[in-house]
C-alpha cells in the first residue's frame, strides 16, 4: 500500500539525500582525487569532468549491490513491519544526521569517512527505535562487525597492494639510469594491467542492471583480456609515439589533440632549438613547490609562476590566507555593471549577485589550483615542516614522472569509478527506502532493486559538491600528508581503486577515505623514510574516523527519538 498521505517525507528525503551526496562529493570524492591533482596529473577542472564521466558509470553498473547492504543489513527492518511508515522517517533522520555531519565537518576542512557518517546515522535510528538489539552487530549477514571490520582492513589491504607496485615501479624503471624510455616502452603494459582491473570491476560477477552476471566464466575472462588488449595496443600506436616526441624529442609545440595523429609522429620533427636550455619545457614540473632544499633558486622557480608567493614565504613574510587565495583576481577590479546599488533583493542586484558574484566564485572555485594550496600554509611552522618532509622524499625527473601522469589519469579514472559503485549508495541506500516504502508499501528492500533514479539523482549531486565545494578538503591533503608526484600517486589510486571496488562486489560498504589514506601512507613509507610522512595530520584525519561515527548516530538517534516520542493532540502518550 503506497503512503503518499506522507510526500513531505519523501519529498524531504530528496533534499537531504542530496545534501548527503553533495558532502560527499566535497568531503570523500575530493579525499579520492587529491591525490592525482596533488601530483600535477590532473587539475581541478580535468578531475571534475571524469568525476561526472566515471562517478555515474560506477553508480549505474556497480551501486546497487552496495545499497542494498546499508539499507538491510545495519539494522533490523523487521522492527518497522507494522509500521513502513516509520521506518521512511528513520531513513529520513539518517539522511539529516549525515549529512549534517559531513557538510559541517567539510566546513571546517576535517576529511571524515562518509561511510561512517551514514552507517553511524543508521545505528543511531535504530538504537532509537528498538534499543541495542535492533542493531545487527554480529558477522551473520553483514552485519556491523563485518563493516567495521573492513574499515580496518581496507588501510590494510590499499597499503599492501599500493606498496607493491610502488616498489616495482621504483626499483624497476625509477631508480634505473635510463628510467625515462624504461616509463616510455613499459607504458603499455601498465596500460593494459590498470585497463583489466577496471574492466574486471564492471564484469566480475556482473551487474544486475547490464545482466552480466549471467556471463559464463570463460567469457568473463575473455572480455576482461580482449579490453585491456586493445588499450594496451592503443596506447603502442598512439600513447608511445606522443609521449616519445614530447619525453625524448623535447618537442614542446605538441598539443593535445596532436595525440590522435599516433604513428605519424614519429616522423614529426622537433623544433630546432628542442633540449636546449634556452628551450621552453616540453612537460612540466611535477614538483613545482615542492622542491628540495638544496635544488638552486634557478631551477626552483624557472618557468614557476608560483616561485613569487614561495619566495614571499622564504622570506619570513605572511603567506596569504586559504580565505584570500580563493578570491579571484577579478573581484578587486570595481565595474559599475558588478556594483550592488541598493536592496540586494532588487532584480538588478538578483542579476549581479548570480551572474558576477556566484557564477564567477563557483568557476573559480572548479578550476583553482589545488596542488599550489597543498604547498603553502598560513603558519610558519607548518611551512617549514612541509618543506622538510618533502626534501626528505627523492625527487625523480620530470620526464619519467610525465610518463606515469597518463597511466595516473586512467586510474583516477579506476579510482572514480569505485566511489561511485561504493560511496553513492552512502546517500542512495536510504533514499531508496524512503521511495520504495512511499511509492508501493515495500520495506523489505532485500528483493527490490533500488532504482536507477536515485542512483543518477545521487551521483549528480556528488559531482556538483566536488566541482564547487571539493577544493576545501583538497587543500588540506595530498601533499600535506606525503610528497606526491605521478610514479607515486597511481600506485596509491589503484592499491585504494582495486580495494574498494572488491570489497564493493563482495557487498562491504567499505571506506574509500580509509582506502586512499591508507595507500597513501603505505606509498610514503616506501621512501625509506617515516620522516615523509606528515604524522600529524595522519593522527587528525584517524581522529575524524573516530568521532564520525558517535557524532552522526547521535544527531540522527536523537531527532529520530525526539520526532516519534514527541506530544501531539489527540495522543495522551
Not at 549471467?214 to 606522443?242: D, H
Not at 622542491?291 to 622570506?315: G, Q
Given at each position: ?27 570523500d ?10 601530483s ?5 577542472g ?6 561526472a564521466?566515471?562517478?555515474?558509470v560506477g553508480?549505474?553498473?556497480a ?9 538491510n ?14 521506518l ?10 549525515s ?21 553511524g ?31 580496518g ?12 607496485i610502488?616498489l ?6 625509477m ?9 616510455l ?7 593494459f ?7 574486471m ?11 552480466l ?7 568473463t ?27 625524448v ?29 634556452t628551450?621552453?619545457d ?6 613545482r ?27 619570513g ?9 580563493a578570491?579571484?583576481?577579478a573581484?578587486?577590479?570595481?565595474d ?36 599550489s ?24 625527473p ?9 597511466v595516473?589519469v ?27 516504502i ?10 527490490s ?25 583538497m ?6 600528508i ?5 610514479s ?34 603505505a ?21 575524524g ?29
Amino acid at each position: 500500500m503506497p503512503y503518499h498521505q506522507y510526500d513531505y517525507i519523501f519529498a524531504l528525503g530528496l533534499i537531504f539525500a542530496f545534501a548527503d551526496s553533495y558532502g560527499i562529493g566535497a568531503n570523500d570524492v575530493a579525499n579520492s582525487f587529491a591525490t592525482s591533482v596533488g601530483s600535477r596529473s590532473l587539475t581541478l577542472g580535468q578531475a571534475v569532468i571524469l568525476a561526472a564521466i566515471m562517478e555515474f558509470v560506477g553508480a549505474i553498473s556497480a551501486g546497487a549491490r552496495v545499497t542494498s547492504t546499508i539499507r538491510n543489513n545495519i539494522i533490523d527492518i523487521n522492527l518497522f513491519k507494522n509500521d513502513p511508515a516509520v521506518l521512511m522517517l528513520g531513513m529520513l533522520c539518517a539522511l539529516v544526521g549525515s549529512s549534517v555531519w559531513v557538510l559541517g565537518a567539510t566546513k571546517l576542512r576535517f576529511p571524515v569517512s562518509t561511510t561512517h557518517s551514514i552507517v553511524g546515522a543508521v545505528i543511531g535510528v535504530g538504537i532509537a527505535a528498538g534499543g541495542t538489539d535492533a542493531v545487527k552487530w554480529g558477522w551473520k549477514g553483514n552485519g556491523v562487525a563485518t563493516v567495521f571490520a573492513s574499515w580496518g582492513i581496507a588501510p590494510l589491504v590499499s597499503g599492501g597492494f599500493a606498496s607493491i607496485i610502488y616498489l616495482v615501479t621504483k626499483f624497476g624503471i625509477m631508480e634505473r639510469q635510463n628510467s625515462t624510455i624504461l616509463a616510455l616502452w613499459s607504458g603499455p603494459f601498465f596500460f593494459f594491467t590498470t585497463t583489466a582491473i577496471l574492466t574486471m570491476v564492471i564484469v566480475y560477477k556482473g551487474s544486475p542492471n547490464l545482466g552480466l552476471d549471467k556471463l559464463s566464466g570463460q567469457t568473463t575472462a575473455l572480455a576482461i583480456v580482449m579490453t585491456a588488449l586493445v588499450v594496451g595496443i592503443l596506447a603502442i600506436l598512439f600513447w608511445v609515439p606522443y609521449v616519445h616526441a614530447k619525453v625524448v624529442k623535447g618537442d614542446y609545440t605538441l598539443r593535445w589533440y596532436h595525440f590522435f595523429l599516433g604513428p605519424l609522429l614519429w616522423r614529426r620533427p622537433a623544433p630546432e632549438d628542442a633540449g636546449l636550455a634556452t628551450a621552453p619545457d616540453a612537460v612540466p614540473d611535477y614538483y613545482r613547490g615542492h622542491h628540495n632544499l638544496d635544488t638552486p633558486d634557478e631551477v626552483k622557480h624557472a618557468h614557476d609562476p608560483e616561485s613569487a608567493v614561495h619566495k614571499k614565504e622564504a622570506d619570513g613574510s605572511e603567506s596569504p590566507s586559504d580565505d584570500e587565495r580563493a578570491q579571484p583576481e577579478a573581484a578587486a577590479v570595481q565595474d559599475p555593471k558588478r556594483t550592488i546599488d541598493g536592496p540586494w533583493i532588487y532584480p538588478r542586484n538578483l542579476w549581479i549577485i548570480l551572474r558576477y558574484k556566484i557564477a564567477e566564485r563557483i568557476w573559480y572555485n572548479a578550476t583553482r589550483d589545488v596542488a599550489s594550496d597543498q604547498a603553502v600554509s598560513s603558519n610558519a611552522k607548518d611551512r617549514e615542516r612541509l618543506r622538510a618532509m618533502h626534501a626528505r622524499a627523492k625527487q625523480y625527473p620530470n620526464k619519467t614522472e610525465h610518463c606515469f601522469s597518463f597511466v595516473q589519469v586512467l586510474t583516477a579514472c579506476t579510482a572514480s569509478f569505485a566511489h561511485g559503485s561504493n560511496d553513492v549508495a552512502n546517500a542512495a541506500g536510504p533514499l531508496s527506502t524512503i521511495y520504495l516504502i512511499w511509492d508501493s508499501g515495500n520495506f523489505t528492500g532485500s528483493r527490490s532493486p533500488t532504482p536507477v533514479w536515485v542512483l543518477l539523482f545521487c551521483a549528480a549531486a556528488l559531482v556538483i559538491g566536488l566541482a564547487t565545494y571539493g577544493y576545501t578538503i583538497m587543500s588540506v591533503l595530498g601533499n600535506r600528508i606525503t610528497l606526491h608526484s605521478p610514479s607515486r600517486g597511481y600506485t596509491m589510486e589503484l592499491g585504494a581503486a582495486t580495494t574498494v571496488v572488491l570489497a564493493s562486489q563482495l557487498g562491504l560498504p567499505v571506506s574509500t577515505t580509509q582506502s586512499i589514506f591508507g595507500a597513501t601512507v603505505a606509498v610514503g613509507i616506501c621512501n625509506g623514510d617515516l620522516s615523509t610522512i606528515n604524522w600529524r595530520m595522519c593522527l587528525w584525519v584517524i581522529f575524524g574516523w573516530i568521532l564520525t561515527v558517535p557524532c552522526a548516530g547521535t544527531i540522527a538517534g536523537c531527532l529520530f527519538g525526539i520526532i516519534i516520542n514527541a506530544p501531539r493532540f489527540g495522543f495522551a502518550g
